[in-house]
């Protein structure tokens, strides 16, 4: 009796130390979830006062101090301290203006002498000039359109017999990028840039010369750069061509609505990014893995891309191997910050450090990045992993900190693949960084007209984006791309693409058409007999 009285009396305690245990697991739990839930709810007001924006992805570096300290009393060891951030990364100082800059010396100057009214009134031969103040002010006058009247005189010869047919010489008529258009290179030039640059939606366009006097109806703009894009066509198609040779490329993608009769439908604009040489963006009805066959199509490299499943279908036949962006799983990480700051901060710390190396050799030869990165990255990035398998037992289900830290365990093959190679990059911030073109450009048009507009849009964009790439000003570019381009020889295309336009620019050959251009001439002409006028 006695015996299973106590054995009653140990099953009792066994149950009541089970359940505090599992009060304690509910309780922290319930903390948990109340967390999720303020933070949910502080999103939800300021969502309905319109106050949520972006969010600057950065950490106090005090902060990110504290969080490895966390992290070394977690893991029960000393973790390595990295050098300090003027070791590891080149100052970015912004140092602090001492005055006004001097204004661009190639403006024209006009002079103004202002006379004291008391020296006016009684003559300058009473007053002996003994200094003066000199200042300059910016201004700005209408610009400048310009029509170009072409006269092409007829001739017959003198001797010609007086009775039968008379053979009449006339010069053939000047070549224009749309042919039997009203429009000059130059013009056509400066409504692309205007549209796909200055992202200026065709009402806009189509006021701003109506001020000048000109009825310029956007139709007839939309006519023309449809018209452009196929001209331009093959230039982009050399430079996608040129772009899946390189080793590794950088793809995203963004949605934009295309109109229709009932209501707008969804599209997508992608962008493929070859570092140093080309930006190149695409159009498809639809965000899934045709898109990604058009883009990259017959493509055999390292491909860097978010982790999203319409690039699966690549990874599977090993010809395209996959390397994942750390500032995307940091984002993942930024949204914790709310519900988990602690546990947060201590990834982010990591991240933050790998930034660092990387930043330090950015311009440094691939086999030395190489090697900072095996000595530097490799231990923080196995720190981090170990971390992540640490806590991830404890994660609750759904939250923020469950998904980014099964995101980073999922893809962990691709976060470790910039460690393999000195000349891939550990993030996606190129091609993140160049689709921000067309967000910007969608916020001022709203929506593209169809699917045609769309596939416009990407071969000027392309073009423009490259330009910037190359630090080529726009304007000049496409107006001699839209002398050349109607009789270039399709052998070399890829010349006039803004990788190679300057070496292109420089070449007999090309000055040669350039100087035969009527139009390009005449405006060069009137700018040098015409200074003043814009």
């Not at 002498?113 to 009134?121: A, G, R, S, T």
């Not at 519900?339 to 991240?351: H, K, V």
């Not at 030395?368 to 037992?393: C, G, H, Q, T, Y």
Request: with cysteine; aromatic share 6%.
């Amino acid at each position: 009796m006695a015996q299973s009285l106590g054995d009653h009396l140990a099953e009792i305690k066994a149950e009541l130390a089970a359940m505090r245990e599992l009060i304690t697991r509910l309780e922290a739990e319930r903390d948990e979830y109340k967390k999720l839930f303020l933070l949910l709810r502080e999103e939800n007001e300021k969502l309905k006062r319109g106050l949520l924006g972006q969010k600057a992805e950065r950490l106090d570096p005090n902060d990110r101090q504290l969080s490895l300290s966390v992290l070394e009393m977690m893991l029960g060891k000393k973790a390595e301290t990295p050098a300090p951030a003027t070791e590891q990364v080149r100052a970015h100082e912004r140092k602090k203006p001492t005055g006004r800059k001097p204004l661009p010396e190639h403006l024209e100057r006009i002079e103004l002498e202002l006379i004291p009214l008391d020296v006016q009134q009684e003559g300058l031969e009473n007053f002996e000039r003994i200094g003066e103040e000199v200042s300059e002010t910016l201004e700005r006058r209408p610009q400048s359109t310009v029509v170009v009247v072409t006269r092409r005189p007829k001739f017959a010869r003198k001797d010609r017999p007086r009775h039968g047919p008379t053979r009449v010489l006339i010069a053939d008529v000047p070549e224009l990028p749309i042919q039997r258009g009203r429009a000059g290179p130059g013009l056509l030039a400066d409504t692309i840039v205007r549209r796909w640059q200055d992202h200026q939606p065709l009402h806009r366009i189509e006021r701003i010369f109506a001020r000048d006097g000109i009825e310029l109806a956007r139709s007839t703009i939309c006519g023309w750069h449809q018209e452009l894009a196929e001209l331009a066509r093959p230039i982009v198609d050399a430079m996608r061509a040129d772009a899946l040779t390189q080793p590794y490329v950088c793809t995203d993608a963004t949605g934009v609505l295309v109109r229709a009769p009932q209501k707008c439908r969804n599209g997508h604009f992608w962008v493929l990014v070859a570092p140093e040489r080309h930006v190149i963006f695409d159009y498809t009805p639809r965000h899934d893995s045709a898109g990604v066959d058009k883009l990259l199509a017959g493509y055999e490299g390292y491909l860097v891309a978010d982790a999203h499943a319409v690039y699966d279908h690549l990874y599977a036949s090993g010809k395209v191997i996959e390397v994942g962006c750390w500032s995307h799983l940091r984002r993942y990480f930024y949204k914790t910050l709310g519900s988990e700051p602690e546990r947060a901060r201590e990834a982010l710390a990591l991240i933050g450090e790998l930034f660092a190396i990387e930043r330090a050799v950015d311009r440094a030869s691939v086999a030395e990045r190489l090697a900072v990165r095996n000595e530097k990255s490799r231990p923080i990035v196995m720190r981090f992993f170990a971390w992540r398998d640490e806590l991830a037992s404890t994660a609750l289900d759904e939250t923020p900190l469950a998904k980014a830290l099964g995101y980073a365990k999922n893809h962990r093959a691709a976060f470790e693949r910039f460690l393999e190679d000195g000349r891939l990059p550990m993030h996606n911030n190129w091609s993140e960084l160049q689709l921000r073109r067309q967000v910007l450009g969608r916020k001022n048009w709203l929506f593209v007209g169809s699917d045609d507009a769309a596939e416009a849009n990407t071969i000027f964009v392309s073009l423009l984006a490259s330009c910037a790439l190359h630090g080529i000003e726009p304007w000049a570019y496409l107006r001699d791309l839209l002398c050349l381009l109607p009789s270039w020889p399709k052998s070399r295309v890829l010349d006039l693409a803004p990788l190679n336009w300057k070496q292109t620019l420089e070449q007999q050959d090309t000055q040669q058409r350039l100087d035969a251009n009527p139009f390009r001439t005449a405006i060069l002409a009137l700018d040098r007999d015409h200074p003043d006028d814009e």
